[in-house]
């Protein structure tokens, strides 16, 4: 869907749709690591502590100010995704 302008919740304006398709990748690629880990027999606790997400933290996310939001960003996406793949929706 071609866009004039997203307002995200936080941020600049965005005039495309780079940023969605960030989020999107973000949302895919954390849900498959949790899958394979839990898979794996890991639990939830296990994953937040050694899930490697470094290659996806880029764009407004690369900003070093954002530690702290990255840091609970990725435990509350991981905690979510741990749960929709064990069937316990959100």
């Known amino acids: ?4 302008a ?3 919740g ?4 965005q005039r ?3 940023y969605t398709r960030q989020v999107r990748e973000l949302l895919e690629r954390v849900t498959s690591r949790v899958e394979a880990m839990a898979r794996e027999g890991k639990t939830l606790e296990q994953i937040q502590a050694s899930l490697e997400a470094s290659d996806l933290r880029k ?3 690369a900003d070093p100010a954002l530690d ?6 990725m435990t509350t996406l991981i905690e979510r ?3 929709g793949v064990r069937g316990q929706g959100g």
């Open 81 to 83: 995704a741990w749960r």
């Open 59 to 61: 764009g407004v996310w």
């Open 10 to 13: 936080h941020g600049p304006v």
């Open 6 to 8: 997203l307002v995200p």
């Open 16 to 18: 495309d749709h780079a």
């Open 68 to 73: 702290e939001d990255w840091k609970v960003t």
């Open 1 to 4: 869907m071609p866009v004039v």
